[in-house]
């Protein structure tokens, strides 16, 4: 869940990637069935409604890894708690082709709120565990897409190996440019 928390922010809340400013799409539901294609899951049909819906979580799990990554755990866990009031998560084990699964599903198993559960309780179990540091928004300039960070070390800073590129590349111009 941690993953489809990740896609949703990044695909659906606007601001920069990379340098380049990021708009809010102009089909959510398009970008709703994209950011679950990007983790594995088939391609929904989504309603403009419950596309609008997604995008607000988006924006409040923006906020989670913004507080998150800045060491504001407190208002990190009062924005999971808010979530998983509103979805009224709780867990459920599911059989899939594989086996038994856990899922968390509110009272209402809709799209969006099957989501926002599951990524309300993905979230609350980062941040309830050691991985509340690992919640992140790249360190590049005009960037400000969320991570997990996933490495052995946690020493993560970038959303991607294009934004820790350019980076690198700026420092090298950098270091290299005559002083005067």
């Not at 709703?32 to 995008?55: H, K, N, Q, T």
Request: glycine share 10%; proline share 6%; net charge neutral.
């Amino acid at each position: 869940m941690l993953a489809a928390s990740v896609e949703y922010v990044n695909r659906l809340t606007p601001g920069f990637s990379g340098g380049v400013p990021v708009e809010a799409p102009a089909d959510e539901a398009k970008a709703v069935g994209d950011a679950l294609a990007a983790i594995g899951y088939p391609r929904p049909s989504v309603e403009a409604a419950d596309a609008r819906r997604m995008a607000t979580l988006a924006g409040r799990m923006r906020t989670v890894f913004e507080a998150a990554h800045s060491g504001e755990l407190d208002k990190a866990a009062g924005e999971i708690n808010a979530l998983l009031l509103d979805t009224n998560a709780r867990p459920q084990l599911d059989r899939r082709e594989k086996g038994w699964s856990l899922h968390f599903h509110g009272p209402d198993d809709g799209l969006v709120n099957g989501w926002a559960a599951g990524c309300a309780a993905g979230l609350a179990l980062a941040v309830g565990s050691d991985l509340a540091g690992r919640l992140g928004v790249c360190d590049a300039p005009q960037c400000d897409r969320v991570f997990v960070d996933t490495s052995r070390n946690g020493q993560r800073r970038f959303c991607s190996p294009q934004c820790q590129s350019r980076v690198k590349a700026a420092a090298h111009r950098a270091r290299q440019s005559p002083t005067d």
